[in-house]
């Protein structure tokens, strides 16, 4: 194993020859194992021990073996004691998911703040068929089925070549003592469940199930690697960015035969997951939309666009009389007095300014909103306008109004004034208020 473990070392994790690690060590046979083998190697490495303090004196009794080790390891151990069940009641969040959280913050910690570059954990073969049944179970797609991923940013996993028994045979060769975690015994969680009570089932199916399921691994990685970049080709044929936001062209997507494929691939990193309400907006009427904790898919018209979800509302901001320039952060207000009309385009405004109360205010559009659109007679609701104007409907939210002190719209901003302010012939006084961009 030592061999085997060494030329996948060489050829798939190079950097660890010649780059200092830590090993992410909890006491138990996977990650005792990998220690041992990077030691029997010379490779330059430390160890980092959680106590979740969830297991008595069990937890004390891990600290203490990993103690043990680094010293007959002769390498550095860092260790981190965290009140788990303390922190997980405050942020109200599971025992499994607080502590995988505490666990990696402090290693991210660990790699910004000490020379080691890369983490290892002792993830193995069952532990990515396990991955693989867990994701099944949940439904996914393709990468899903991949199992656990060898490396990702510092993150390197080695043994994953090799099963659970290679392991322990390993162990019990080389007379390599290991703790025992009595909770792995629980059928509680649902992998504790899939470990000991269907991969035995499917392992006794055949002699060589893991070896068959390892090769099954890499034709499914093979296969996701080429529908990335298919994907990425038909991306580039229908998708445009604009600022934040994508914008996918609904005919051009339909021209392929495997449309929910292609629209899947194109939003699996946004984090939807209700798929079937993504694909009904193909053929859903305009405004419709589905939302992720982070992103929006909303159908305008021949398109969808996704754009992230704005986590601030904007806050209504007043102007007053002598305020010459608004700061808004992504462009400015200019306020000026001027004696004749200049220069015009969307980013101008002209207003009669006797007719203003002042402090103004720049707020969002609310419902109910009307004005009287410069150069129409009679009055219009904002979203009859906006709609018109084609302004997307999850854009609208965004729409800034320059409002009278009596709350009447002067300027929907970067698109029209109010009739009721323009200036005439009779002005004495003009106004102009122009957007400055960055």
């Known amino acids: 194993m030592l061999n085997r473990f060494q030329n996948h070392i ?66 550095r151990l860092f260790k981190k004691d965290f009140e788990t069940e303390l922190i997980a009641n405050q942020q109200k969040t599971s025992i499994q998911v607080t502590a995988r959280n505490l666990r990696y913050q402090w290693f991210q910690e660990l790699i910004q703040t000490t020379p080691h570059s890369y983490l290892l954990t002792a993830h193995h073969l069952n532990d990515s068929l396990e991955t693989f049944i867990i994701n099944l179970s949940r439904s996914t797609g393709i990468k899903g089925l991949t199992g656990i991923p060898s490396q990702k940013d510092y993150i390197r996993r080695p043994l994953l070549i090799f099963s659970k028994e290679d392991l322990k045979n390993y162990a019990l060769e080389k007379n390599i003592n290991w703790r025992e975690d009595r909770s792995n015994e629980s059928t509680k969680y649902l992998r504790n469940k899939i470990r000991h009570h269907l991969l035995p089932e499917l392992i006794d199916l055949d002699a060589r199930f893991l070896e068959n399921f390892d090769s099954t691994l890499k034709n499914l990685k093979q296969t996701d690697a080429l529908v990335d970049e298919l994907s990425e080709l038909v991306s580039s044929k229908i998708t445009t960015t604009k600022g934040n936001q994508k914008e996918i062209d609904i005919s051009g997507l339909k021209s392929y035969k495997n449309t929910k494929a292609i629209l899947y691939q194109l939003l699996k990193d946004y984090g939807f997951s209700e798929w079937n309400d993504v694909y009904h907006l193909l053929e859903a009427q305009t405004g419709k939309r589905v939302e992720s904790n982070t992103h929006q898919l909303v159908k ?60 103004l205010s720049l707020r969002s559009v609310e419902n109910g909103d009307y004005f009287y659109p410069f150069g129409m007679k009679g009055k219009k609701k904002l979203s009859d306008f906006l709609k018109d104007e084609k302004i997307s409907p999850h854009l609208k939210s965004e729409q800034l109004l320059l409002c009278n002190g009596n709350n009447d719209v002067l300027w929907v901003l970067n698109l029209r004034t109010d009739e009721r302010y323009k200036v005439e012939p009779s002005t004495k006084n003009i106004l102009k208020i122009e957007i400055l961009n960055d």
């Open 10 to 75: 060489e050829s798939e994790f190079p950097e660890l020859v010649s780059s200092p690690f830590i090993i992410a060590i909890s006491g138990g046979i996977d990650s005792v194992v990998l220690a041992h083998l990077c030691h029997c190697l010379k490779l330059d490495f430390a160890l980092a021990h959680c106590n979740f303090k969830l297991r008595a004196e069990d937890s004390e009794l891990d600290a203490e073996f990993v103690e043990t080790l680094a010293k007959t390891l002769e390498c």
């Open 300 to 359: 305008d018209r021949k398109k969808l666009i996704l754009s992230p979800i704005s986590t601030e509302d904007f806050q209504t901001i007043e102007i007053c009389e002598d305020d010459f320039y608004v700061d808004l952060g992504s462009f400015k207000l200019k306020l000026s007095e001027v004696k004749k009309l200049g220069s015009f385009g969307p980013s101008v405004a002209y207003i009669d300014k006797s007719k203003l109360k002042f402090p």
